[in-house]
């Protein structure tokens, strides 16, 4: 090797560092006036960003999918002092896997920083899975659950086994992340449409924001679905849908009617 392809890689590993940071910083600008931890969790990518001034009884909301992604509701809460916390468990698709995972992380964000031991869930996309599947199994640690085009039935999405698109690559990863094959995944039932039955008799409240026109998530295979169990388990849901909306984008421009869900239901559980 010359001398000069020498000095161009050396020139290149200089840089990388500085490289990593940058896309750092261009991923979390939307909370650039916060204190930010980025860590690895057990292997998962993790953060969590920190209010400027923390709500007395140290409020946190969980996000479950797209980082940064519409983030008014994260934005509104941080300053109401909640702490934003995160770790990645996407490819895992709320298997039992990522369920253990979060049981680790939550016990993780209580010890560590002391955060509250109730939390409010937010879960967007495929995030729909693991807060749902994890919720189910620790109804006691919920304030209430906000989610967002949520995947409440993995044959639905990435399986497309009714009317929405099948996302090959996706399915193929959710299959193995369950053990499934195509045969047995007809009849698979650990998916929020039946876990929430939990979620609604331990009286969490429950607020799904969609897109009427979603083709990806339909809303008629996940959230209707889900609220009709819900409701008849006695559950409170609530539903906002965004007229000839469809998977994109998430959340509300305005979100105050998400924020006062959320700060409702945890006043009617203080």
Not at 70 to 76: K, L
Not at 148 to 162: E, H, L, Q, T, Y
Not at 168 to 192: M, Q, V
Not at 199 to 225: C, M, Q, R, S
């Amino acid at each position: 090797m010359n001398h000069y392809k020498i000095t161009i890689l050396l020139f290149l590993a200089m840089l990388l560092p500085s490289i990593a940071i940058s896309q750092d910083e261009k991923r979390d600008k939307n909370f650039a006036e916060y204190e930010i931890k980025q860590f690895s969790f057990e292997g998962h990518d993790a953060k969590i960003v920190f209010p400027s001034k923390r709500s007395e009884n140290n409020y946190w909301v969980w996000r479950a999918r797209f980082w940064g992604h519409e983030p008014q509701v994260d934005r509104a809460l941080l300053e109401r002092g909640f702490h934003l916390v995160y770790v990645d468990v996407a490819d895992l698709f709320g298997n039992d896997e990522a369920v253990e995972l979060w049981n680790k992380f939550y016990a993780h964000c209580t010890s560590e920083y002391q955060l509250n031991t109730r939390v409010v869930l937010e879960g967007l996309s495929r995030g729909g899975l693991i807060i749902y599947n994890w919720g189910s199994q620790n109804t006691d640690k919920l304030f209430c659950i906000y989610a967002d085009a949520p995947v409440c039935d993995i044959r639905s999405w990435p399986g497309g086994m009714f009317s929405g698109n099948r996302s090959e690559e996706a399915w193929k990863i959710c299959l193995a992340a369950y053990g499934l094959d195509s045969i047995s995944a007809r009849t698979f039932e650990n998916s929020p449409i039946n876990n929430c039955v939990a979620v609604a008799k331990a009286g969490i409240p429950v607020l799904h924001v969609y897109g009427d026109a979603d083709p990806v998530v339909p809303h008629l295979e996940n959230t209707a679905k889900l609220a009709e169990q819900f409701q008849k388990a006695g559950g409170n849901i609530e539903l906002i849908a965004k007229e000839g909306v469809g998977h994109h984008p998430h959340s509300l421009e305005e979100p105050k009617p998400i924020v006062d869900f959320i700060l409702k239901s945890i006043e009617r559980q203080e």
